[in-house]
Nanobody
Framework: QVQLVESGGGLVQSGDSLRLACALS????????MAWFRKAPGNDRQFVAM?????????????VYADSVQDRFTISRDDAKNTLYLQMNNLQPADTGVYYC????????????????WGQGTKVTVSS
């Protein structure tokens, strides 16, 4: 059974950086598309970034970002450690929310419904 555990959230100021990590256990992460979503108070869960697994021929490790985080956030994975990362630079108050890691076997899309496995989330608060 796949389990996901996020870490790295915290309280930072506008312009600061954070790196989130998501540890996958129970399966080989290299077989899974993995993603980050976030949920701000009063809002729906929002897609942030995803990375296809290295084992897919057509989308081998391809990365996809939401427009709002392009050029500021970087998603990466270390499948030797079964871990997904999200490097967040130049954080803004609009980035505040609970960040969730998600995984789905082989492939997935930007929408949350295409992911079968979720972590409990890690909270990120950006003050102005």
């Amino acid at each position: 059974q796949v389990q996901l555990v996020e870490s790295g959230g915290g309280l930072v100021q506008s312009g600061d950086s954070l790196r989130l990590a998501c540890a996958l256990s129970g399966r080989d992460s290299s077989l899974y598309a993995m993603a980050w979503f976030r949920k701000a108070p009063g809002n729906d869960r929002q897609f942030v970034a995803m990375q296809f697994p290295p084992t897919l021929n057509r989308n081998n490790s391809r990365k996809v970002y939401a427009d709002s985080v392009q050029d500021r956030f970087t998603i990466s994975r270390d499948d030797a450690k079964n871990t997904l990362y999200l490097q967040m630079n130049n954080l803004q108050p609009a980035d505040t929310g609970v960040y969730y890691c998600a995984a789905n076997y082989r492939g997935a899309l930007r929408d949350a419904a295409s992911y079968n496995h979720w972590g409990q989330g890690t909270k990120v608060t950006v003050s102005s």
